[in-house]
Structures are given as C-alpha cells and as structure tokens.
C-alpha cells in the first residue's frame, strides 16, 4: 500500500517489515535515528510500549495512550495516533455517514477500541455504549476517555444486554479479534446483529467475518476494517511525507494484496 503510494508520487522512499521482539524495542527506536528513517508504523505488542523511548506525542496520541505511527523530525520521535481518524474517514467514505449526533455500540476494549472511542467522542457522538465481557475493563476505558460523562455507557457484551440497546443504536463497531481466526465463536446472535442499521468489524482478513455475514443477511449496511487500514495509512503517510496521500491508489494496492491471500 506504502510501496504503492512512494511509486505513484515518485517519492524516494520504501516501506519495509521489521519483525521486532519486545526487548528489542529500545534498540529498534534507536534505530529509527541512527538510519535516517523518516518514521515507522507499530503494531501490537509495541503501541503502548513505545511510550517512553519517544520525545514526544501528538495530543491525539496522549489522548489514546497508544501510538501507531512515530515521525523522525530531525532526531525527535513523536508518536501519533491515526487509527480512530482512519476509521472516521473510511465510515464517511464508504457510507456517507458522520457520527456527530449518532449513538455508537462499541464491541471491545483494547487496544483498538481506545483508539476508535477516543475518536468517536471526539467527533461528538450523541452516546458511545462500549460492550465488553469484562465490565471493568470497558469502565476503565471509559473514564479514560471520558471521565464521567454521561455520554458513555458501559453494558456487558451479551444478546441480553445488545439486544436491549440495538433500538436505540445507529451503528455497531466490532473492536474485539473475535472473527479473526476461524472457528471463532458468534460475538452475538445474528438476531440481535440485524437490529443495527449499520455494521463495522474491524477485522479486514478475512473480509467477510462471521459478524459481518450475519448483518447482511439480515439486511444490514456493512463494512470491515480494509477501509480503516488504507485511511490510517494515508494520515501515516502524509505525517511522513508532507505529501497528500493518493488514497486511491492505496486502496487499490491493499484489495489486490487482500484478495491474493
């Protein structure tokens, strides 16, 4: 998707892969300065790690307490955070759709839900309702985004509990892996599914979860998370670059690699 980008744009630049161990980590970052790279991205287990071998963060990134992306500025590292704006681009692209005013049921609490309810509450849902097994865990996701504001709500993730707020709902977004391998179990009823208007999984491979296949059956508007990638990607590549991304040729490079796996 990088590589595809750097070519359209006849940019100097590659993107490579660096499978890095979490004691390596110190060491990786070092790297960063002493290569002259012009920033990299992490992945999990290194987005909160991170944290204190960089000089700075973007407001976005504190927010989130996470980094996805990391910019070499003359030998400062910041760290930033595209992720939940990624999202919000692909849900406006793919759907027409912008979540000021909405109601948001958010499945998880990790990693990648910090990120996205960061993002939703900053975009100015009505109401974000996070769902997760572990009540506490969800609680404590939501004080930090929020503090107590009444706008956040914390249910846990059962038929019971979605099926009772599914009314109500504009959107349901799956931040949880659960999807990601198969022979994973239902998040919930393909009943309960059908109640939301519209429906996100942040998974991308493979593109149609079982989640996802639920919802449509039942009539739902879908999307996975291959629209979130290539967003999250351009916010990365313009930080790096200072350059517009070409946003339809990343698309293009990410379904060819999608589809080739």
């Not at 949880?176 to 519209?198: C, E, H, K, M, N």
């Not at 919802?215 to 967003?231: D, F, S």
Request: glycine share 10%; charged share 20%; proline share 5%.
């Amino acid at each position: 998707m990088h590589n595809a980008a750097f070519r359209a744009l006849k940019l100097n630049y590659v993107y490579l892969p660096f499978a890095v161990t979490p004691a390596g980590l110190p060491g990786a970052v070092n790297a960063i300065r002493a290569l002259g790279m012009a920033g990299v991205n992490l992945t999990i287990p290194h987005k909160e790690r991170v944290l204190p071998y960089l000089d700075g963060l973007s407001a976005e990134a504190r927010r989130i307490g996470a980094v996805n992306t990391v910019v070499n500025h003359r030998g400062r590292l910041i760290g930033h955070n595209t992720d939940g704006r990624g999202l919000l681009m692909a849900l406006r692209s793919a759907w027409g759709l912008s979540m000021r005013g909405r109601v948001v049921c958010l499945m998880g609490a990790g990693g990648a839900a910090r990120a996205v309810a960061a993002a939703l509450m900053g975009a100015g849902v009505k109401r974000l309702i996070i769902a997760n097994r572990h009540r506490d865990r969800a609680r404590r996701l939501a004080r930090a985004i929020a503090g107590r504001s009444a706008r956040v709500r914390v249910i846990a993730l059962s038929d019971l509990s979605l099926g009772r707020i599914a009314v109500d709902c504009d959107c349901l977004i799956n931040a949880t892996s659960i999807g990601l391998q198969a022979g994973d179990p239902r998040l919930i009823s393909p009943t309960v599914v059908g109640r939301f208007p519209y429906v996100c999984d942040l998974i991308y491979r493979p593109a149609m979860t079982p989640l996802l296949r639920d919802a449509r059956a039942a009539g739902c508007r879908t999307m996975n998370g291959l629209g979130m990638l290539v967003y999250q990607g351009a916010l990365s590549f313009q930080l790096w670059t200072g350059r517009k991304p070409p946003i339809a040729v990343m698309k293009r490079a990410a379904e060819a690699f999608n589809t080739s796996i």
